[in-house]
């Protein structure tokens, strides 16, 4: 079986579902097909149902741009550490620490939200395929 592991994936739906109380054919599964992009592990015996979804660059990009905390235009590596650790990464200042070391092509310790420097960095965020 050929998957897609670059990305990164969030929970988009936890919650709690009484009213089912078994898992047979039909009640959930694993959705991997060419382009699917999801999970959907429907419900687990009367249980949390969940689900999994492959955030895009696109996605990525604009909740980056969230975090320009200071409205300066550019990220600082404790804002990028601040995003990863909200994605759920796993040591969220060592992979800031890489974000700069990948995105910070002029070495004046911020990434530039208007140029390369920012596509530097949404690159290196899909590639860590956070889950959380």
């Given at each position: 079986?050929?998957?897609?592991?670059?990305?990164?994936l969030?929970?988009?739906?936890?919650?709690?579902?009484?009213?089912?109380?078994?898992?047979?054919?039909?009640?959930?599964g694993?959705n991997?097909?060419?382009?699917s992009?999801?999970?959907?592990?429907?419900?687990?015996n009367?249980?949390?149902?969940?689900?999994?979804?492959?955030?895009?660059?696109?996605?990525?990009?604009?909740?980056?741009?969230?975090?320009?905390?200071?409205?300066?235009?550019v990220?600082?590596?404790?804002?990028i550490k601040e995003?990863?650790?909200?994605?759920?990464?796993?040591?969220?200042?060592?992979?800031a620490?890489?974000?700069?070391?990948?995105a910070?092509?002029d070495?004046?310790?911020?990434?530039?939200?208007?140029?390369?420097?920012?596509?530097?960095?949404i690159?290196?965020?899909?590639?860590?395929?956070?889950?959380v």
């Amino acid at each position: 079986m050929e998957r897609d592991t670059r990305g990164v994936l969030i929970c988009v739906n936890i919650g709690f579902n009484a009213g089912t109380s078994n898992v047979g054919p039909g009640a959930g599964g694993l959705n991997t097909g060419p382009g699917s992009g999801s999970i959907n592990a429907g419900s687990i015996n009367g249980g949390v149902q969940f689900g999994l979804h492959l955030m895009t660059k696109e996605e990525i990009r604009k909740y980056l741009l969230k975090w320009d905390k200071s409205g300066n235009g550019v990220l600082s590596k404790q804002e990028i550490k601040e995003a990863l650790h909200s994605l759920g990464s796993f040591f969220p200042g060592y992979r800031a620490q890489k974000a700069m070391a990948v995105a910070d092509k002029d070495r004046d310790r911020y990434v530039n939200m208007n140029n390369h420097e920012f596509e530097a960095l949404i690159d290196y965020v899909y590639d860590l395929s956070v889950i959380v």
